[in-house]
């Protein structure tokens, strides 16, 4: 069987990817006022970077390592970097 990439659109794709981030954004602006979470940037970066890795479609290896990147550096901004530099 012969895989086929698939082709990027990037208009398309770039309106699509973008209202889903306003959609997401909808929900978690929210957050902080219904529960304890005081820092919502770090969501917010967290997001847009997803959905960066997402829309580029890079190959699922470097997708997966970069993700998991974004992940363990939001938890140490969430969870070290607030003790040293209070926002």
Sequence with gaps: M?????SLHYSRDGLLYGLSFFLLLEWL?????MTDTGYISGFLVAT??????SFLQI?????????????LGGLYFLFQAWR????
């Design 48 to 53: 847009v970077l997803f959905f960066l890795v």
């Design 29 to 33: 602006l929210p957050l902080p006022m």
């Design 59 to 71: 190959p699922l290896l470097i997708s997966f390592l970069t993700r998991v990147v974004i992940i």
């Design 84 to 87: 040293r530099f209070p926002i």
């Design 2 to 6: 012969k895989w086929k990439k698939k």
